[in-house]
């Protein structure tokens, strides 16, 4: 949607952007001996007194600059269902869920689990309320928890479809189906190494644009080199055969194809495309500080490391 209407937001994302690491900047942490030389190095980067990054500051800043930016919230669709998924495990189980929940989301956090105990569904958004239902019927009835989470993760994508095309937001459309497209591959592969059965893994898979429901279904129940013979006649015919040599190497693949969509949207001036940019950037360079983190904590080699880091945004 480019408009002139977010150019304020925009221009305040511009500078942001300037805090954000550089290739440079990760090759000195992937360098670095200490926890406390990798945090110095990120500091001197954002600023003395600056805050630390989080995605819900991050959330917040961007909400500020643009807060009735409506396609921005299909970012946050799939921390909401995962929520859903919190709230209604920890209802069977009777514990507090505010321990399993992610942020930033869309929803009323203090509103979610009250809603669901009460089966109050009017009082969640209109595109997750169904879900919740269906989800809290299909728990309480067969007490399959792996079951539910498909249930919700394939609405999860389905509502994120339907929202991208409302938005009118090419960007969005795309983001929506790449997200999709990766989940359902994931989705199938386990499928293949658990042996499921078809009903299950109908219910699991949500389809799209890119990838046809009917066909990944059939190819899973083929086993896992039936999955790759299917994916290798698609345009994501080099994403299989990452994930036939490592799992690790999709999920690389996944989150750099996301980054990639991102770039388009650098040279924009207007529109909320580069707010939803700036977003996936946070969310990639967060990703690689963990990853940093925990490879200096295992002993994980240099090249390794450098291997396992996602594209960044500057």
Not at 115 to 132: D, F, V
Not at 191 to 198: F, G, I
């Amino acid at each position: 949607m480019s408009t002139t209407k977010y150019a304020n937001a925009v221009a305040a994302i511009r500078a942001m952007e300037n805090s954000l690491l550089s290739r440079n900047d990760l090759d000195q942490l992937i360098a670095s001996a200490t926890k406390t030389e990798r945090d110095n190095i990120v500091a001197s980067k954002r600023g003395s007194g600056a805050e630390e990054l989080t995605l819900e500051g991050v959330w917040e800043t961007i909400r500020a600059y643009a807060p009735d930016c409506r396609e921005l919230e299909i970012l946050l669709y799939r921390n909401d269902f995962h929520n859903l998924k919190a709230a209604l495990k920890s209802m069977m189980a009777g514990k507090e869920p505010q321990g399993y929940y992610i942020r930033p989301t869309n929803l009323d956090l203090d509103v979610l689990y009250p809603a669901l105990s009460a089966k109050e569904y009017g009082e969640l958004p209109e595109y997750i309320r169904g879900t919740a239902s269906e989800a809290y019927e299909l728990l309480t009835r067969t007490l399959d928890g792996q079951l539910a989470d498909s249930l919700v993760d394939t609405a999860c994508m389905k509502a994120m479809q339907a929202a991208a095309d409302r938005s009118g937001s090419d960007f969005m459309k795309r983001y929506a189906q790449l997200t999709t497209v990766c989940a359902d591959i994931k989705t199938a592969y386990r499928c293949c190494r658990m042996k499921k059965q078809k009903a299950f893994i109908e219910t699991a898979i949500c389809g799209s644009g890119e990838l046809d429901k009917d066909s990944l279904v059939r190819a899973s129940l083929g086993g896992t080199e039936g999955l790759f013979s299917c994916l290798e006649s698609t345009s994501f015919g080099d994403a299989a055969k990452l994930l036939a040599e490592s799992p690790a190497a999709f999920e690389k693949w996944c989150d750099d194809v996301i980054m990639e969509l991102a770039e388009t949207a650098r040279m924009q001036a207007f529109g909320s495309e580069p707010l939803a940019a700036y977003y996936i950037a946070a969310e990639a360079e967060l990703k690689n500080l963990r990853i940093i983190s925990v490879c200096k904590e295992s002993g994980t080699d240099r090249e390794t490391i450098t291997e396992r880091m996602r594209k960044l945004y500057v």
